[in-house]
């Protein structure tokens, strides 16, 4: 007697970072937390530099990426419309070991480069006088604060913690960003391959709504977790940071989210810092 063949597993690799507001979003999945069916999730977590490295060449089912590198990634993965990090009048912060204003940043050398942060120079007239390294997040205030930079663009922890080296804040992207636009600041995304096929990127968007769903449902239980990821964070600060980008807006982009990033790769092509128009294509 024939019996049924088994459906097949589909090994889906998912890349993120090794940051709490991340862990906290994939711990249902992680943890098998939710049913995934014939989908299994093998979660490969590095820094985001590398995770658009990786995405640029295709490498991965579903990855996080920055914004600004979806803009490259067209032709291989759509954006899904949950799991981003949406600054909602804050953002990346610029950073410095003595007092100054915006208009000082042009002659000064910064430890990295973001896509807000040209079109700020932008803004002032000062595109082409933007000077960078790229340094490790996690190393930007101690190098700033150490005197062996003037400012840094800093991400993640550093936003709740910079004042504790002695640094002042310069400008607060997101808080510009909605100033100008109005719309909240889009960081970071996570996309999905096309080439999986529509019903399988749909119930990947699925399972990931339904992961970030019970992590807010179940908070204590997903931050423990998280707190595993969090650089010398005790419980209260990891759950301020993991609310900053893990909420409303990650479960759901909304129109306003989607228009905000609209907003910010159109204004990255009109002031040609990105090449092409970026038709925005998101997995509904």
Request: hydrophobic residues 45%; charged residues 25%.
């Amino acid at each position: 007697m024939a019996t049924a063949t088994a459906t097949a597993v589909q090994v889906i690799r998912v890349g993120h970072s090794p940051d709490p507001d991340d862990a906290f979003m994939f711990h249902a999945l992680a943890n098998d937390k939710v049913p995934t069916g014939n989908l299994k999730f093998v979660h490969e977590l590095q820094d985001i530099e590398t995770l658009n490295r990786r995405a640029l060449k295709g490498e991965l089912e579903v990855t996080a990426v920055s914004i600004h590198a979806y803009s490259q990634l067209l032709d291989t993965y759509a954006l899904l419309p949950t799991g981003c990090s949406m600054g909602d009048k804050y953002g990346p912060m610029v950073v410095a070991r003595k007092p100054m204003t915006v208009g000082d940043l042009p002659g000064v050398k910064l430890t990295t480069a973001f896509l807000t942060l040209k079109l700020l120079f932008d803004s002032i007239g000062a595109k082409d006088k933007l000077t960078y390294d790229v340094v490790p997040f996690d190393e930007i205030i101690p190098v700033v604060a150490a005197g062996k930079y003037d400012a840094g663009l800093i991400i993640h922890e550093g936003q709740l913690t910079f004042q504790n080296q002695g640094l002042h804040l310069v400008t607060d992207l997101g808080v510009w960003w909605q100033d100008r636009t109005g719309l909240p600041l889009p960081l970071g995304g996570n996309v999905v391959r096309k080439d999986l096929g529509a019903a399988t990127m749909k119930e990947v968007s699925r399972l990931i709504k339904q992961s970030i769903q019970y992590a807010l449902d179940h908070r204590r239980e997903a931050l423990d977790y998280a707190l595993k990821y969090a650089r010398d964070m005790d419980v209260a600060l990891a759950d301020k940071f993991v609310g900053m980008y893990v909420n409303d807006w990650t479960l759901d982009y909304g129109d306003r989210g989607r228009a905000a990033i609209r907003a910010l790769l159109d204004a990255g092509h009109k002031a040609g810092i990105i090449a092409n128009p970026t038709a925005v294509e998101f997995v509904e």
